[in-house]
């Protein structure tokens, strides 16, 4: 199950339950129950690690973010807002056996062509990579 997962971020102190056979983790954020998947953990850790390791504060972070593209409603995992009430950062998280491969990269930056954060970080919990986009291009970074 999900909560067994090893991931890179450091460990959560987490709120589950189980209900009808299956198991629920509680967002702090949101304040509700959320059915906990294997990409729910990657998220709550994510969040977690945002909060505590990155200082941003709980209330710029955005989840399930809409994004319209080409008149289709979609939702960016994890949008942090800055000091201008703009996009800083899209987030997109993965299940840890999914790998972060092209077409998880052309999703996020697709999402963000609408979004226009300056950074994208992709994670599936056990990798992380950050890419700022400056000047019209993307550019791997390690600080944002």
Known sequence: MPDSIKLIFPDISARIKEMEGEKYIWDD?????????PEEWVRRHTIAWLIANKSIPALRISQEYPVNINGQHQRADIVVIDDF?????LVECKAPHIEIDNE???QATRYNATVRAR??????????FCYEFKDGKYRPTQEF
């Open 85 to 89: 009430a703009k996009p800083y950062i």
């Open 119 to 128: 950074y994208i970080l992709l994670t599936n919990g056990k990798k992380l």
């Open 29 to 37: 954020l949101r304040q509700k129950w959320l059915l906990l998947t």
């Open 104 to 106: 998880v990269v052309m």
